[in-house]
């Protein structure tokens, strides 16, 4: 079974602070994405990358920054956090060719105080 | 890119057959249709992608007409467990395009 693991479930962090989210699967999947949750919004695309080094825009990637070192390691970096990045944190992979099949992560829930 | 257009809720009960239908009018030849299960507070489950014809596997069926505007997600004889919102996406699988998940429907599953 494909594992796909997020450090953590629940984040309380200060407005200002710096944040990192991590992301690890252990498929050798090469695509990893980082997605926010909000109620009524449904999933929203932060960033994706399809390679390491590698990265692109989702739909709302501000305020927001990745990193991607290792095939396997996919992080997300909220250089200063502010209380409108209150959210459901979702990270997910998968294969190449095989981009609308996700496994997705249990999710980190943040809040920003 | 193929928006998605799902209707928000449904209500069934244990026993019965729920068919979710998600229309895709803009939909491109090379594109798949995915379905996904989330329950509260995990992540979103992959269940069936398509391409047209019918699909089915232990979960599901997913019916595709010839004109592959519309799907329909079927789930025979719901369980209180099938409670959880239901997204379908529509894309190319190999691009780098974007994904859209959109806001998916909410099933609930009464006794």
């Known amino acids: 079974d494909v594992k796909v693991t997020q450090s953590s479930r629940y984040l309380v962090k200060r407005t200002g602070e710096k944040v990192f989210l991590e992301c690890v699967q252990d498929m050798d999947h090469e695509n990893m994405f980082w997605y926010r949750q909000d109620p009524g919004l449904g999933l929203r695309l932060i960033y994706f990358s399809y390679d390491v080094k590698m990265k692109e825009k989702g739909d709302i990637p501000e305020g927001y920054s990745v990193s991607r070192e290792k095939k396997e390691r996919f992080s997300l970096i909220l250089e200063s956090a502010s209380t409108n990045q209150t959210s459901m944190y979702l990270c997910?992979?998968?294969?190449?060719?095989?981009?609308?099949?996700?496994?997705f992560g249990a999710g980190t829930r943040l809040s920003v105080l | 890119l193929a928006k998605t257009t799902q209707p928000i809720s449904m209500d069934s009960y244990e026993g019965q057959e729920v068919n979710i239908t998600c229309s895709h009018n803009n939909i491109a030849t090379n594109d798949y249709i995915t379905w996904y299960q989330q329950f509260p507070s995990q992540g979103p489950r992959f269940i069936i992608q398509g391409y047209k014809t019918k699909v089915t596997n232990e979960v599901a069926s997913l019916f595709i007409p010839a004109d592959r505007k519309s799907s329909t997600l079927s789930l025979p004889r719901v369980s209180l467990s099938d409670t959880a919102v239901y997204y379908c996406l529509v894309g190319e699988d190999s691009s780098a395009s974007k994904i859209i998940f959109g806001s998916g429907t909410r099933l609930s599953i009464r006794p």
């Open positions: 997910a992979s998968s294969l190449v060719r095989l981009k609308n099949i996700q496994y």
